[in-house]
């Protein structure tokens, strides 16, 4: 690890303040992230920013519009065991569970999982090439090892994949992401958070290096019964999605009212397509109509070698966990038996 | 004297954070195992270094050091997390519980660590101290209650010798005793 100083503000100006004077500086929360890359010399911040001295970001409040706003210091576990977030966002509660370990859970915080890194083994190696990692150095994994990586979204430069499984409920619950700078505070919605490889690998969202995530806002709870997260990887527990399926849905009977379906594992960022889930408005629930929803959303997939089984094992997901939403049954996070 | 050249201090050199305060070190407190301990720590050190090269509980094992094993785990305010992907600093004012603090003052043995024994739940020894601190913690978290739970519970603390069954009997017997009291 590189040497640095660290910060430890008592306010969100002065946290602020700290990484605008500082160059080179990273905040760090849970440190889940940070730290262990860091350890690799893939981050090598000068100046770090202890956010755990921050007051008031850390609670779940109302917003007074029917939703929750989660504080970006609230713990995994906290929100995922949160009685309002189970009973309003379940699909989150799910999302947060089939992550990490029980005790990663306890130290990673809602902003710390919304921007932890890829786990693209070039991108953790740093004696080789990466564009992520050193612009303009290439990306080995197109050609190489690439089992965990995109199939949707990729470019020349970066075939990566954003690993949170949290980031794919946001992304299917159309959270907002509340966030501030020296310019004062905005939100950005979940959609345009994270970005796609393009050009510029090396960034991962549309944060600017000086802002500070405040909190994740939901809106108004709509999926309370017919939901499901399912999560696909190497082994039942403690491992990364290689292809995971938020589903949401709001039915009428057997009929679909309106859907929320998003993709981990897949991408650069939690996968949506508006005009899928458009497909199945009024439809009735069943495997035909699911089926073509899949087909919409995996239009273009594009498979490396070792990542190609991804893309029908997505299309068998996807119809799966529509299945699981349309019924009423979502995956279990202990019992691991996908019905 | 700043040493911002040097490797990260290893093994030999118990208490040297604390007697000498260099200029880069931060003044920090830590309750550890309830003995309340001024400290002064470098800002790269890890909880789980802090513990093993400066205060010499060498009870909490590194295994990998980047949380994927689960042999680091300890209980910080009563939560289980890795030390070793813990920033001491971070930590400032926390309670610090590791294997060494579970047993009574006079030694009795916390009745995990009893029922680890009882139930042969360890080979070699090395996850083991992660284990016991990890079972502490789902305990007292309480979301846990059936076998298949405890597993996926437990999940975090990787055992190479493979004692994973016998580790879900220790836990579900002091379970089940905590339960009945
Ligand atoms: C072994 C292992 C297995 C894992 N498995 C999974 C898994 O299966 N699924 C999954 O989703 N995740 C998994 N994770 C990742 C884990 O969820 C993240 O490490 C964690 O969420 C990061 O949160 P943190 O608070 O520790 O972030 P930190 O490490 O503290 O920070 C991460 C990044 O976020 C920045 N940051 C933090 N807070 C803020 C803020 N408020 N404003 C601006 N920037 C901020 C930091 O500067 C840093 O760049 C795993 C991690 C490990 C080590
Ligand atoms: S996929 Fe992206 S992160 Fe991985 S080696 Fe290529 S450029 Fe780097
Ligand atoms: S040493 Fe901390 S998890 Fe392995
Ligand atoms: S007892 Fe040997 S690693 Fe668990």
């Known amino acids: 690890m590189n040497r640095f100083s660290i910060a430890r503000p008592g306010s969100v100006a002065e946290a602020v303040r700290e990484v605008t004077t500082h160059p080179a500086a990273k905040f ?216 995971s399926v938020a589903a949401a849905l709001e039915m009428d009977g057997e009929k679909v009212v309106e859907a929320r379906i998003a993709l981990g594992g897949v991408a650069h960022k939690p996968w949506r397509v508006p005009e899928a889930e458009e497909m199945l408005r009024g439809k009735a629930a069943g495997r035909e109509a699911f089926s073509a929803v899949a087909d919409r959303i995996l239009q273009g997939a594009q498979g490396y070698g070792g990542n190609s089984f991804k893309i029908e094992l997505a299309h068998r997901a996807i119809i799966r966990a529509l299945s699981q939403a349309a019924a009423g049954t979502p995956q279990s996070q202990t019992d691991k038996r996908i019905q | 004297m700043a040493d911002l050249d040097l490797p990260l201090r290893q093994g030999f050199a118990p208490d040297a954070g604390i007697s000498q305060a260099l200029p880069d070190d931060i003044p920090i407190t830590l309750t550890i195992n309830g003995e309340r301990r001024e400290l002064h720590v470098r800002p790269w050190t890890t909880l789980l270094d802090l513990l093993r090269e400066d205060l010499s509980l060498y009870g909490t094992k590194k295994g990998c050091d980047h949380g994927q094993c689960g042999s680091c785990t300890v209980l910080i305010d009563g939560q289980r997390m890795n030390s070793c992907l813990a920033l001491a600093v971070t930590k400032d004012g926390c309670e610090v519980t590791t294997i060494e603090g579970l047993a009574a003052p006079d030694g009795t043995l916390h009745p995990m660590q009893e029922a680890f024994i009882e139930h042969d739940a360890f080979q070699c020894g090395y996850c083991t101290p992660g284990q016991i601190c990890s079972a502490v913690g789902l305990l007292k978290e309480g979301h846990a209650r059936t076998p298949e739970e405890i597993r996926e519970m437990m999940s975090g603390n990787i055992c190479r010798c493979g004692a994973y069954t016998n580790i879900v009997d220790a836990i579900e017997d002091v379970m089940a005793k905590e339960g009945a009291k």
Not at chain 1, 41 to 65: A, F
Not at chain 1, 155 to 174: F, G, K, N, Q, R
Not at chain 1, 200 to 226: Q, W
């Open chain 1, 28 to 243: 760090i929360a849970g440190g889940t992230n940070l730290v262990d890359l860091m350890k690799y010399d893939v981050e090598r911040p000068t100046h770090v920013v202890d956010l755990s001295r921050l007051p008031g970001l850390n609670t779940i409040e109302e917003t007074g519009e029917g939703g929750l706003r989660l504080g970006a210091l609230v713990s995994n576990t906290a929100a995922a065991y949160d009685e309002r977030v189970k009973e309003r966002y379940p699909l989150l509660s799910s999302a947060l569970l089939a992550g990490a370990t029980p005790q990663l859970r306890n130290a990673a915080t809602m902003g710390g999982n919304l921007l932890q890194r890829t786990r693209c083994y070039y991108f953790y190696d740093a004696a080789t090439p990466c564009n992520k990692r050193q612009p303009g150095t290439g990306c080995p994994a197109k050609d190489g090892v690439n089992r965990i990586h995109a199939i949707l979204g990729t470019s020349e430069h970066c075939i990566a994949t954003h690993p949170s499984d949290m980031c794919v409920a946001l992304a299917a619950l159309e959270a907002v992401v509340k966030v501030a700078g020296p310019q004062g505070e905005r939100s950005i919605p979940m959609a345009d958070f994270h970005r796609l490889p393009g050009n510029m690998p090396e960034k991962d969202t549309n944060l600017h290096g000086d802002e500070i995530i405040l909190a994740i806002e939901l809106p108004e709870p709509r999926f309370g019964k017919n939901h499901t997260y399912l999560k696909l990887r190497d082994r039942l527990s403690y491992a990364f999605a290689l292809v």
